[in-house]
């Protein structure tokens, strides 16, 4: 997809502001101008994460990945981001730690603490952990997705990605689709989006969509054609079956039918519409594959965004002397 201009009110700024929080734990803590902030802070980690350089910025600190449940790009992309500062980045290897012989969290984080890192990136399958977390260590913590609550470096790179293509948020209208009901990234987005005035929709079957939703988003939707109709973006979400989301549709095939991005579904948003998923995607359950590598879709340049906004909330987390330099 061609990129616009950014409009100047959104674009990268020389300078930012000091960041005021000691932990990442939502975009529920973040107000407008901080999340502009952290948006234009990740422009400029563009270039550097491109040329592949190391930046001083984090040099001497540590920073432990502590990954509960799987994944490829967040946990990928917190190493490389770290490394990219100049931080020691230690993984944690959860399945082979005392976690697998029953000890707690609390007692993990405590010992982890011991250690005296930096920061704590985390990514736990219940909601509230990794809040809970925080509350037992003295350094930062970065919520890399915690059950069906937040996944707020995921809405930040959507965020980033979306306004590279289209120039701005505010007024956008943005089309999520899917498991809405067990998506943390669902909801981050949802809060971000609202934050900066996108016009939000969701679209599910209704045994998808969480109670209260319509607090959530701007519009809701069972009709995938209604609630595609004049979208800016169309963001697709996966069926989260290790939260049993399976259990809630009929079928696979039948979910497809109704709820799977294909090339005639997509012609009811409109003609320049971004598709995008957080991955890993489900080919040929959400989305038809021809979508997904086609045009219209920016899901790897998600996965390149997810750096350099990693780099960015490192960045203000852990070198706050700069700010106030
Ligand atoms: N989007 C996302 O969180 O992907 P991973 O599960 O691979 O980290």
Do not use: W
Not at 31 to 56: G, H, V
Not at 274 to 289: A, C, F, K
């Amino acid at each position: 997809m061609a990129r616009r201009q950014p409009d100047p009110s959104d674009s990268p700024k020389g300078s930012f502001l000091p960041f005021r929080h000691r932990h990442l734990l939502g975009i529920a803590q973040l107000n407008q101008q901080e999340i502009i902030d952290l948006l234009d802070r990740a422009e400029a980690m563009i270039p550097i994460s491109r040329q592949r350089k190391t930046l001083p910025n984090l040099a001497g600190k540590t920073q432990i990945n502590l990954f509960f449940e799987n994944s490829t790009r967040t946990q990928a992309s917190f190493e490389i981001a770290g490394k990219r500062l100049g931080a020691t980045v230690m993984n944690m290897a959860v399945r082979t730690s005392s976690v697998a012989k029953g000890e707690t969290l609390v007692d993990t984080a405590a010992t982890l603490n011991a250690m005296q890192p930096d920061a704590i990136v985390v990514r736990h399958g219940s909601s509230g952990a990794v809040e809970l977390l925080s509350q037992k260590v003295e350094c930062a913590v970065l919520n890399a997705g915690d059950g069906a609550h937040e996944h707020p470096t995921q809405a930040l790179l959507d965020a980033l990605t979306i306004r590279r293509h289209k120039g701005r948020l505010n007024g956008l209208t943005v089309a999520i689709c899917g498991d809405i009901a067990n998506s943390r990234v669902a909801r981050s987005n949802l809060i971000l989006l609202g934050a900066m005035r996108a016009r939000t929709r969701v679209i599910a079957p209704k045994s998808l969509l969480p109670r209260g939703v319509d607090q959530m988003a701007s519009e809701v939707f069972t009709d995938m054609r209604k609630g595609l109709e004049g979208a800016d973006v169309v963001m697709m979400l996966r069926l989260q079956n290790e939260r049993a989301s399976g259990k809630l549709i009929p079928s696979v095939r039948e979910y497809y039918k109704f709820y799977g991005l294909d090339a005639e579904k997509l012609s009811h948003a409109n003609a320049d519409a971004l598709v995008m998923h957080p991955g890993p995607m489900n080919r040929g359950v959400e989305i038809d594959p021809a979508i997904a590598d086609g045009p219209q879709s920016v899901i790897t340049q998600q996965v390149e965004m997810g750096v350099a906004v990693r780099m960015a909330v490192l960045d203000a987390l852990l070198n706050k002397d700069a700010d106030d330099a």
